[in-house]
């Protein structure tokens, strides 16, 4: 059983007036994520649990809302790539960091936390963390330390992502494990990382309490609040009413409908463009339709995405492919979303398909979840417009979490029969996640994201160039060449993109939202 504080038990109370200071937060996550390290439940999970109580390697820079983020050292203070051989790097670690339980954070500390990920035979070795951490530790190859502060880092092949996987990679004390004898269920209670928060306690599905790290290493990042309590809520209009009376002071992703009310009643609405986009992901096996690229494009021609970012009150934007038109790696693909049913029909007539001869296909979805946004009017929607053109649509309902564990095996896993698509909101904060590791067949899951099988010789070439090119200008060449292609082999099924809304009360100060997935809570304050 996790532990819990007096602070943590019944109603949550009033609004800060004076005495510590207190931000109050609904996830949309149905738990708290997982705590020891690498957090469970997605985006959301690593925003909360994540980068408050641990740090990585390299952090994204969350300081600014008018540029996208980019990756900034944080406990490595600098990093290298060998002449001689282009899988080699070198990290200079960050002298003089604790862990919050007082002890070093140094080399030792980064070998000890790659075991904990990816050796099995290390005593360290946590399947949870490592089923999470996965999408980010498949590029290592091996680890050693070259002194107290350096270690040298080997990828398979070469690979210029490394940088922002690592920002996603979280350190664990070491120390703390031992202490409480080597059991990671006694670690969830009492984690032990180098980030600004520090947990307290926690009681599953009902909340966590986080207090300030006053001796974090990095001065301008010490929270500005005392303390920071985290609600799982995954219900849009709970969240809403938990917001109005006053029992928290921060909502995620508030309900298009909810907007004017929230407004009226002094809320702060708050959004901004981040690395984001809501699509089905594909199976390409025997059994799926959307072998055929007819049918991909006829139901990415199907949906009304004008029409939907209507019903969401203005808090996304139609997709035109897995990034936004002004991102440089957009391109200039010749297949362009749109909504044309006309075409969607002639296309599937085309296909074979007809009135007497519907397209079939079963869709894993979600209630709520990290950049889910609304999935359940979402998905009616699309399967209204799918109805239109002779597409139907069916729906296998599971938690978030749920869902990116069938994420996590894969199309061909046996849990996933009959299913033909899932909807998993998706990022592209990096190139692997956003296009890399998404198309090439050499990144199937769960080291890679290619979740249903698609293979392109043309793309798969496209992706190998873009590990290789550790050169910003000429990868983000290569990436919008390769976005094109997924574009025009419409890949997925693209929706839209969503604004990253988040919903909070007058009295809270001092949040700047990041275009990014992450968000800073440390300069925000309750007045």
């Not at 996790?2 to 019944?10: L, N, R, Y």
């Not at 997982?34 to 980068?51: A, D």
Request: hydrophobic letters at 40%; charged letters at 25%.
């Amino acid at each position: 059983m996790a532990t819990v504080s007096p602070f943590a038990m019944g109603v949550l109370p009033a609004r800060s007036q004076g005495k510590s200071s207190v931000l109050r937060v609904a996830m949309t996550a149905a738990d708290i994520p997982l705590t020891t390290g690498q957090p469970s439940q997605g985006g959301e999970g690593v925003r909360f649990m994540g980068i408050t109580v641990y740090d990585g390697l390299t952090r994204y820079d969350l300081s600014s809302s008018d540029k996208a983020s980019t990756i900034i050292p944080d406990l490595a203070e600098s990093w290298s790539v060998s002449e001689a051989d282009s899988k080699v790097w070198i990290f200079k670690l960050r002298k003089g960091v604790k862990f919050h339980d007082g002890s070093d954070f140094n080399a030792d500390a980064v070998l000890w936390n790659f075991d904990k990920l990816l050796t099995k035979t290390a005593p360290q070795f946590d399947q949870a963390q490592a089923n999470q951490g996965s999408q980010y530790t498949g590029t290592l190859a091996a680890w050693k330390k070259i002194d107290d502060y350096t270690v040298e880092i080997t990828t398979k092949k070469p690979d210029a992502v490394l940088p922002y996987v690592l920002a996603s990679t979280f350190m664990s004390s070491p120390k703390r494990w031992e202490e409480l004898g080597r059991d990671w269920a006694k670690v969830a209670e009492k984690p032990s990382g180098t980030g600004p928060w520090m947990l307290e306690s926690f009681k599953p599905r009902e909340r966590a309490d986080l207090v300030r790290n006053a001796n974090h290493w990095d001065k301008t990042r010490i929270p500005k609040c005392d303390r920071l309590v985290l609600q799982p809520m995954p219900d849009s209009s709970t969240r809403v009413a938990a917001l109005l009376s006053g029992q928290v002071d921060w909502i995620e992703a508030p309900p298009p409908d909810a907007v004017p009310r929230l407004k009226q009643q002094k809320m702060q609405i708050v959004t901004n463009v981040y690395p984001h986009v809501w699509p089905y992901q594909l199976s390409y096996l025997e059994d799926s339709p959307f072998r055929d690229i007819r049918v991909r494009k006829a139901a990415n021609l199907a949906i009304d995405r004008d029409g939907l970012c209507k019903m969401l009150g203005g808090l996304a934007v139609p997709a035109k492919g897995m990034v936004d038109p002004k991102h440089p790696w957009f391109g200039k693909p010749s297949f362009e979303l749109k909504y044309d049913p006309d075409s969607a029909k002639q296309l599937l007539k085309e296909a074979g398909y007809g009135p007497d001869k519907p397209v079939k296909c079963k869709m894993i979805i979600s209630p709520s979840g990290s950049g889910q946004m609304q999935p359940l009017p979402m998905n009616e929607f699309i399967k209204d417009n799918f109805n239109d053109v002779g597409i139907e649509m069916q729906f296998e309902v599971m938690d978030w979490e749920a869902l990116r564990t069938r994420r996590r095996l894969g199309a061909a896993a046996p849990e996933n029969k009959g299913c033909h698509g899932i909807n998993n909101s998706w990022a592209y904060w990096d190139p692997d996640i956003g296009l890399i590791a998404a198309s090439a067949s050499f990144m199937p899951v769960p080291f890679g994201f290619n979740w249903g099988g698609y293979k392109n010789d043309k793309v798969d070439v496209l992706a190998a160039k873009a590990k290789q090119a550790f050169n910003a200008e000429e990868q983000n060449k290569i990436l919008a060449e390769l976005h094109s292609l997924i574009v025009d082999d419409a890949m997925w099924i693209w929706v839209v993109h969503d604004l990253n809304p988040r919903a909070m009360a007058a009295n809270v100060k001092g949040f700047v939202q990041a275009q990014s997935w992450f968000q800073d809570l440390t300069p925000v304050r309750v007045e």
